[in-house]
């Protein structure tokens, strides 16, 4: 199975400052037939599911703000948000498809400083 | 619009079984690719299960063997029969219908509200 391994677990960020959050595979998830990473990101906010920010490593869902970008490839991966806004206070999850189990990463809870 | 409706969840002893549901509208599940996703109360997201589209069916190796999943059709909903429940097994379950592209699922872009499963004496 692939291990998803985030980092770091926690992270306190000021209102309009970057936030960055890392995801390693333990393994590739680059599909070598059509060149994507098969990596997620996912954003949970108390009480609800998990919301898809972030597919195939950088590209945006419909709808999601431009603050949020995903980089990377291969084996390491990205998560940025430009400018921090308090509404992005949450949990965040990368997740590959390359093969099953769809592992998650343990998460990263994101507060304001 | 997609919408995906989850219910079945509530209390189990622990060895005992309960049959989730999961409602699909807006699409079709015969043709979509389905999974469910489990998190324990204030912990992360555990992948549990998935159907394909053509039927072909796979588990976390924590659930093999007690977990099965399954699809009708004619109503348009998915099941998670879950037979020897372990306290582990507390959990909000969500149904996922995933993304199917470049010949592969890669992405999970809806998701339902969860229904609470526990198991407890």
């Known amino acids: 199975d692939i291990v998803m391994t985030q980092s770091p677990d926690s992270l306190a960020v000021s209102l309009g400052d970057r936030a960055t959050i890392n995801c390693k595979s333990s393994q590739s998830v680059l599909y070598s037939s059509n060149n994507k990473n098969y990596l997620a990101w996912y954003q949970q906010k108390p009480g609800q599911p998990p919301k898809l920010l972030i597919y195939w490593a950088s590209t945006r869902e419909s709808g999601v703000p431009d603050r949020f970008s995903g980089s990377g490839s291969g084996t390491d991966f990205t998560l940025t948000i430009s400018s921090l806004q308090a509404e992005d206070v949450a949990v965040y999850y990368c997740q590959h498809h390359y093969n099953t189990p769809h592992t998650f990463g343990q998460g990263t809870k994101l507060e304001i400083k | 619009e997609v919408q995906l409706v989850e219910s079945g969840g509530g209390l189990a002893q622990p060895g005992g079984s309960l049959r989730l549901s999961c409602a699909a509208s807006g699409f079709t599940v015969s043709t979509n690719y389905m999974s469910w996703v489990r998190q324990a109360p204030g912990k992360g997201l555990e992948w549990v299960s998935i159907i394909y589209a053509g039927g072909n069916t796979y588990y976390a190796d924590s659930v093999k063997g007690r977990f099965t999943i399954s699809r009708d059709n004619s109503k348009n909903t998915v099941f998670l029969q879950m037979n020897s429940l372990w306290d582990e097994d507390t959990a909000f379950y969500y149904c996922?219908?995933?993304?199917?592209?470049?010949?592969?699922?890669?992405?999970?872009?809806?998701w339902g509200q969860g229904t609470l499963v526990t198991v407890s004496s």
């Open positions: 996922v219908r995933e993304a199917y592209c470049g010949g592969a699922i890669c992405y999970s872009p809806h």
